[in-house]
């Protein structure tokens, strides 16, 4: 028993010590050569399974360090309704947290078990999970401290979380948006039948063709009777030369001739 409480105040001592230092460091790294990626899901949604939040260490430094990660939280959100679990292959890990404001800071007691090296990376991964009825923004800011807690790199990552209520609206459409597709699609065929009963009707197309026979007709006529009067006129011309051609070769050729002495 003796044993368990010193345990525990020494981790409490060991958080509350680490705690101070996170809120005193600065935003920006004070170690080159080191760098973090942080991925969030875009969205969370109240009342839903958790998500994870993933960190990630590079280091171009030569030098290998141990890392102890600090997860910051920053929204509006009641802290009461969020949780978060700081865990690796092996379960949970170990952490401490404090709120002030509105940023929640999660520490861990004990460093991460990789290293950060150079070609080797160093992963922190959180699970987050919210619920209420109210959502909001959320911003996740990682640090990462050696183990002299001197700040090597730090990076974020923005999320939105839908409250129950907002989740609970979401699938179910008001009485106004549901009847609008339907009126759309009432609306649509009316749309795309004129058009094609304009276009091919078949009443209508027999009209024109029959209002545009009757129009060409007279004129039609006119020219064709021309056409086979000056016909026959040539055809009575060229007969009335022919047979006149034929008359002349057939008559006996008339006169006097002196007859020679």
């Known amino acids: 028993m003796r044993h368990r409480i010193t345990a525990l ?29 942080v991925t969030a899901p875009d969205r969370f949604t109240a009342g839903r399974s958790a998500q994870v939040v993933t960190a990630v260490v590079t280091s171009d430094n030569r ?26 292959d092996d379960g949970p890990f170990a952490t401490t947290d404090r709120t002030e404001g ?7 007691n004990d460093l991460d078990p990789g290293t950060a090296c150079r070609g080797r990376t160093v992963t ?37 979380v839908r409250g129950e209520v907002e989740a609970e609206a979401s699938p179910s459409a008001t009485p106004e948006e549901s009847a609008a597709p339907e009126e759309s699609e009432e609306a649509a065929p009316e749309e795309t039948r004129q058009p094609t009963r304009a276009v091919t009707d078949p009443d209508e197309t027999e009209t024109a063709l029959v ?10 006529l006119i020219v064709g009777g021309v056409c086979v009067f000056l016909g026959v006129l040539l055809l009575v011309r060229l007969r009335a030369r022919a047979r006149q051609a034929r008359l002349d070769s057939q008559s006996t050729p008339t006169g006097f001739y002196r007859m020679p002495r």
């Open 124 to 160: 922190g991964r959180w699970q987050v999970g919210f619920a209420g009825p109210e959502g909001g923004d959320v911003r996740f800011e990682v640090r990462a401290f050696d183990a002299e807690n001197t700040l090597l790199t730090a990076g974020g990552a923005d999320a939105r």
């Open 102 to 108: 509105v940023t929640t800071t999660i520490v861990d």
């Open 9 to 37: 105040t020494g981790a409490v001592i060991a958080g509350a010590v680490v705690n101070t230092v996170v809120w005193a460091a600065p935003a920006a790294a004070d170690v080159e050569g080191f760098n973090v990626r």
């Open 63 to 88: 030098q290998c360090r141990k890392v102890r990660w600090a997860l910051l939280m920053h929204s509006r959100i009641d802290p009461d309704q969020f949780q978060v679990t700081r865990f690796e």
């Open 211 to 220: 209002a545009d026979d009757t129009t060409l007709l007279g004129p039609g």
